[in-house]
């Protein structure tokens, strides 16, 4: 089975501490990323990456800053946080479609940041 | 850019009966995937079902079941014989099959409620 775990289930932080949210994938997929999920809103794209370095604004990248130094692992980080940045944030990854036929993203179990 | 809407913010039926939940999207193009996800109370986002544009038959697995509308742009779930273990957040979401990376949009959500 596809494993993608993050780092924290909880995290508690103060306004203005750099924070960093860890993701990691056991499954070689190319691309990775991290979404922030709050109520009555959905899931909203943060950040994206479809390799080792590379990394794309999804629709909400304000704030955030992430990283991709090794396949498996990709970070979100948020600068410097603000309370308006306590949500979920869920880590998904999945393959290139060609040749593996799945369509489909794996997710983390989230990890819920509260902002103080 | 894509939207897509789920009409019902809640949703509650007896156990052992039928229920579906609706979603409609938008988009100009013509291939792309569609997925209904579950996050039950553990958050663990689970790939309920997934269907490919290009196909006409309707995706299936177990009792869940989808009515895919091309045309009006509506992707529905079914959920026959509900259980207690369905009781949970639905997402509905769309991904472009453009080859890239493009992550998921999501809905914001559909939660089942199932009355034993």
């Known amino acids: 089975d596809v494993k993608v775990t993050q780092s924290s289930r909880y995290l508690v932080k103060r306004t203005g501490e750099k924070v960093f949210l860890e993701c990691v994938q056991d499954?070689?997929?190319?691309?990775m990323f991290w979404y922030r999920q709050d109520p009555g809103l959905g899931l909203r794209l943060i950040y994206f990456s479809y390799d080792v370095k590379m990394k794309e604004k999804g629709d909400i990248p304000e704030g955030y800053s992430v990283s991709r130094e090794k396949k498996e692992r990709f970070s979100l980080i948020l600068e410097s946080a603000s309370t308006n940045q306590t949500s979920m944030y869920l880590c998904a990854s999945r393959p290139i479609l060609s040749g593996t036929g799945i369509p489909e993203a794996f997710f983390g179990q989230g990890t819920r940041l509260t902002v103080v | 850019a894509q939207t897509v809407t789920q009409s019902q913010p809640e949703m509650s039926v007896q156990e052992a009966e039928t229920v579906t939940l609706s979603c409609t999207y938008d988009t100009s193009e013509s291939d792309y995937y569609l997925f209904w996800y579950k996050q039950p109370p553990s958050r663990q986002m689970i790939l309920v079902i997934r269907?490919?544009?290009?196909?006409?038959q309707n995706a299936t697995e177990n009792r869940f079941s989808v009515n895919f509308q091309k045309a009006a742009k509506s992707f529905s779930l079914k959920i026959s014989d509900s259980q207690l273990g369905d009781a949970a957040m639905y997402f509905c979401?769309?991904?472009?099959?453009?080859?890239?990376?493009?992550?998921?949009?999501f809905g914001k959500g559909t939660h089942l409620i199932i009355q034993p």
């Open positions: 269907q490919e544009a290009y196909k006409q």
């Open positions: 979401a769309y991904r472009s099959d453009g080859g890239g990376a493009d992550g998921l949009t």
């Open positions: 499954m070689d997929h190319e691309n």
